[in-house]
């Protein structure tokens, strides 16, 4: 009649946890007698997100990625006029700078001055 399967920890998925103390004291989580070990970063849907609640290597990923695809539209439009500089800046670059910032709105001024050095 049903059909029950059992998933079983297959030693690639680590736990998870947010800090909100400087207790640096874990919980433990075991499947059976195997130890699930522990993350302090992890990404999910492109945002990376740290147990401190940090920012910064979300801000750094940003900033690479953002710097590859200003450089694939410099090489490649070299001898373009600027509006379709603009609108090529615009379909490829702005939305990676844009993208979950709302989540993740950087706050230090380190951070805010390298993503509005992208943009100029």
């Keep these: 009649m049903f059909n029950f399967t059992t998933v079983v920890f297959d030693g690639t ?8 103390s ?4 874990r919980i433990r989580y075991y499947c059976g007698d195997q130890l699930i070990p522990g993350a302090s970063a992890f990404k999910y849907l492109g945002i990376i997100i740290r147990s401190d609640i940090n920012w910064a ?5 940003t900033l690479r990625r953002a710097w590859k695809a200003l450089h694939f539209i410099m090489r490649i439009l070299k001898k373009g006029n600027n509006n379709t500089k ?8 702005r939305p990676i700078l844009e993208y979950g910032a ?11 001055s390298a ?6």
């Design 86 to 93: 603009v609108f090529a800046y615009t379909a490829l670059v």
């Design 13 to 20: 998925s680590p736990t998870f946890y947010f800090r909100i």
């Design 115 to 120: 993503l509005n050095w992208v943009q100029k």
């Design 102 to 112: 709302v989540s993740w709105d950087p706050y230090r001024e380190s951070q805010v």
């Design 22 to 25: 400087s207790v640096e004291e």
């Design 57 to 61: 290597d979300n801000v750094n990923y």
